[in-house]
């Protein structure tokens, strides 16, 4: 009597094991199959989560459909990138955690608590950074080295922004009145300071020795700068001085800031606008050749949906 109603027990447990397994099978249909990847309809509902509380998607319908979207491009980068040999670690995704946290001045754990009560699971988050990251390393290896720019283009770009304010080359000295933390002196009192040293300055051979009339206050040796290298409101003043005159004082984080303009000689140097061209050049035709390139692996992706 005892062998059979264990025996029984064991077969409702059995049973009941069956039924569990059954409907959580259910729960988690798979709607996509991506390169042999599934993708259940659990991930889509949890990635659509994460959409929603970044604020994307005008629908819950459309955030299904833009979730449903990137885990299928997540499973195509994935996949690129195991077959190009690049693996991403654990260690790399709690980096880009940790970065995402700092940025919204929060601790990991508590970026984690903010997810959990949106409800979406953290780990959501670290599954799309993980293919993230894992693609910049597929760019960075694959794609980079074939972007091509043309220098005859960026010399003609370049040719054509330099401004009359911009094609002068310099020898500066910055001459700075520090506001010190409970100095008791105000922007307005240096400022009004740095406007007596201005009014009488009478060249950069006696900057020092005229600067050590005020409390708190140096000149510094600037060196040789290109009026590309400056920012554009100073540039734009320092190209209507002439040798010998002051920049008018500005308040900078440093304290109350002038420039002196020691030499001035005409320069049409390139260099400093090219190599700005260039950078924004190389990203625009690296962001068209990587989506080009993922554009053909989506059509060569073997994509199945239920």
């Known amino acids: 009597m005892i062998r059979w109603i264990a025996v029984r027990t064991a077969a409702v447990f059995l049973a009941l094991g069956l039924v569990l397994a059954g409907a959580a099978a259910q729960a988690q249909s798979v709607q996509v199959t991506v390169n042999g990847t599934q993708i259940t309809d659990q991930q889509i509902n949890a990635r659509a989560q994460l959409l929603r509380l970044e604020g994307r998607g005008s629908s819950n319908s459309n955030r299904t459909q833009l979730a449903t979207d990137q885990l299928i491009d997540d499973a195509i980068k994935l996949s690129e990138a195991e077959r190009v040999g690049i693996s991403v670690s654990d260690g790399q995704v709690d980096q880009a955690v940790s970065n995402i946290a700092s940025n919204m001045n929060l601790s990991v754990s508590n970026l984690n608590q903010v997810l959990r009560q949106n409800g979406v699971d953290p780990n959501t988050l670290r599954a799309r950074l993980r293919a993230a990251i894992a693609w910049q390393q597929v760019v960075r290896q694959v794609i980079s080295p074939r972007v091509q720019i043309s220098e005859l283009e960026l010399d003609i770009e370049a040719e054509q922004q330099l401004e009359a304010t911009s094609s002068f080359d310099y020898i500066l000295k910055e001459v700075i009145f520090v506001i010190a933390d409970g100095s008791g002196m105000s922007a307005s009192r240096r400022t009004a300071e740095a406007n007596q040293y201005r009014a009488n300055f009478s060249?950069?051979?006696?900057?020092?020795?005229?600067?050590?009339?005020?409390?708190?206050?140096?000149?510094?040796?600037?060196?040789?700068?290109?009026?590309?290298?400056?920012?554009?409101?100073?540039?734009?003043?320092?190209?209507?001085?002439?040798v010998g005159q002051l920049t008018r004082p500005r308040v900078t984080e440093n304290g109350v800031s002038m420039y002196a303009v020691c030499e001035k000689a005409e320069a049409r140097d390139l260099t400093f606008i090219k190599q700005d061209l260039r950078q924004e050049a190389g990203q625009d035709a690296l962001e068209q050749q990587a989506e080009a390139y993922l554009e053909r692996l989506r059509n060569e992706a073997a994509i199945i949906r239920r």
Do not use: K
């Open 203 to 242: 060249g950069c051979d006696s900057a020092v020795q005229q600067v050590l009339q005020f409390q708190d206050a140096a000149v510094v040796d600037v060196g040789r700068r290109h009026a590309t290298q400056m920012p554009e409101a100073i540039a734009n003043e320092l190209a209507g001085l002439t």
